[in-house]
């Protein structure tokens, strides 16, 4: 082999393991710690139909008593921590892609909605909050006469 045939194969097998990594989360990071600054953030769906709001949060791996819900006016806020597992200082990380920490997410409702009624349920790992609408805010379907 020429010595110049070797220096070839690793900067090929270099780019191909960089263009690997286009599609993963992080791309390009080579094994690199995610910092600090990166923080846990659920991912929510807010849906309806006409008797409620419903709102679907991805929390895995939090525990229910470190989550809070509190709705002031019409804004809903979903807070908590997703505690991290102790590290094993002994061990070389070659990724860590797991974020941690605190979280909140506030939400404006687009309808008023009963207060005393709002349940919430946390089933692995998704947490389900119900919030019946108001009379008012339910939609009254209404033929219109045409004269």
């Not at 070797?6 to 393991?17: I, M, Q, R």
């Not at 990594?21 to 690199?32: A, S, T």
């Not at 849906?47 to 989550?67: R, S």
């Not at 605190?102 to 119900?130: C, M, Q």
């Given at each position: 082999?020429?010595?110049?045939?070797?220096?070839?194969?690793?900067?090929?097998?270099?780019?191909?393991?960089?263009?690997?990594?286009?599609?993963?989360?992080?791309?390009?990071?080579?094994?690199?710690k995610a910092s600090k600054?990166?923080?846990?953030?659920?991912?929510?769906?807010?849906?309806?139909?006409?008797?409620?709001?419903?709102?679907?949060?991805?929390?895995?791996?939090?525990?229910?008593?470190?989550?809070?819900?509190?709705?002031?006016?019409?804004?809903?806020?979903?807070?908590?921590?997703?505690?991290?597992?102790?590290?094993?200082?002994?061990?070389?990380?070659?990724?860590?892609?797991?974020?941690?920490?605190?979280?909140?997410r506030s939400f404006t409702?687009?309808?008023?909605?009963?207060?005393?009624?709002?349940?919430?349920?946390?089933?692995?790992?998704?947490?389900?909050?119900?919030?019946?609408?108001?009379?008012?805010?339910?939609?009254?379907?209404?033929?219109?006469?045409?004269?």
């Amino acid at each position: 082999m020429r010595p110049a045939a070797g220096a070839s194969l690793t900067v090929d097998k270099n780019l191909k393991k960089f263009f690997e990594n286009f599609n993963q989360p992080n791309f390009g990071d080579w094994g690199i710690k995610a910092s600090k600054s990166d923080s846990f953030s659920p991912r929510v769906d807010v849906t309806e139909d006409n008797e409620n709001l419903y709102v679907h949060a991805e929390v895995p791996g939090v525990d229910k008593n470190d989550i809070k819900i509190n709705l002031v006016g019409d804004v809903l806020t979903i807070s908590g921590e997703k505690k991290s597992e102790q590290k094993d200082e002994n061990k070389n990380y070659y990724r860590i892609e797991r974020n941690y920490g605190a979280f909140s997410r506030s939400f404006t409702l687009p309808s008023e909605v009963v207060i005393d009624k709002i349940s919430a349920e946390y089933k692995e790992g998704v947490l389900n909050i119900t919030l019946p609408k108001t009379e008012e805010a339910k939609i009254v379907e209404k033929q219109i006469e045409i004269k």
